[in-house]
């Protein structure tokens, strides 16, 4: 089953507020990360939190992980309109047999952001 | 760098046609990944590689998928025959792994190819 699966599905906001995006998942995870995808391009990398730290912060962005609730959210604070984009988080396990391990995606949350 | 370039971005073909995209990953990365795209699955892993090995393929849906690493900087996805239902967007990724594990780094993402079997 998907491992990790971001809420809401869409957020419309206007510039200047702040906004959440949530992740839920289902296993025992190394670390998280949050992609963000802009319409027609790949995914970047925005950032990444391991399974032992909380709270993460980069520039505008802040990201928590509540292991104990298997859940992470990502907080955008004083958006633009260049920020409207799909966000998503993604998992990593390791599997304890090897060395291999791979991420998982959510289906995203897409934020709109008005001017 | 110029990052993860794929070729090629558009493909519009016909039922039954072989399709191949391809993918060049950063230079030094020792991970490759094929992902595949739509609206209702989200985002697929396929297959994934580590120095140029495939590593799992267990994410390619069908035998008319095939993927090759020949060397460090080059890899293929080959449809053969393509279907309608493979309609999707295709993306290469690519990443150094930490510690000998892929998932420990961020992923770079190429462009995407976005094909469309008519």
């Known amino acids: 089953s998907q491992q990790g699966e971001e809420d809401p599905q869409a957020l419309s906001i206007q510039e200047g507020e702040n906004a959440t995006m949530n992740c839920s998942y289902k296993t025992s995870i190394n670390n998280l990360q949050w992609y963000r995808q802009n319409s027609g391009r790949g995914l970047v990398h925005l950032i990444l939190i391991r399974s032992n730290e909380r709270e993460k912060h980069s520039g505008r962005l802040r990201v928590t992980l509540d292991t104990s609730k298997k859940s992470s959210s990502l907080l955008i604070t004083a958006s633009r309109a260049a920020d409207t984009a799909s966000y998503f988080c993604?998992?990593?396990?390791?599997?304890?047999?090897?060395?291999?391990?791979?991420?998982?995606f959510g289906k995203g949350t897409m934020l709109l952001v008005s001017p | 760098d110029a990052g993860v370039i794929q070729s090629p971005r558009h493909e519009v073909t016909e039922m039954g046609q072989e399709v191949t995209l391809r993918c060049k990953p950063i230079s030094g990365h020792d991970y490759l990944f094929w992902y595949r795209q739509t609206m209702m699955r989200g985002l697929e892993l396929l297959i994934y590689?580590?120095?140029?090995?495939?590593?799992?393929d267990s994410g390619m849906p069908e035998d008319r998928f095939s993927a090759k690493m020949p060397n460090a900087s080059f890899s293929t996805l080959k449809i053969q025959p393509s279907e309608p239902r493979d309609s999707a967007v295709y993306f290469c990724a690519s990443t150094l792994g930490l510690a000998g594990i892929s998932s420990y780094n961020e992923q770079f993402f190429g462009p995407g190819t976005r094909l469309t079997v008519l």
């Open positions: 993604a998992t990593a396990r390791t599997y304890m047999n090897s060395g291999y391990s791979t991420l998982t």
């Open positions: 590689f580590n120095n140029n090995v495939p590593i799992d």
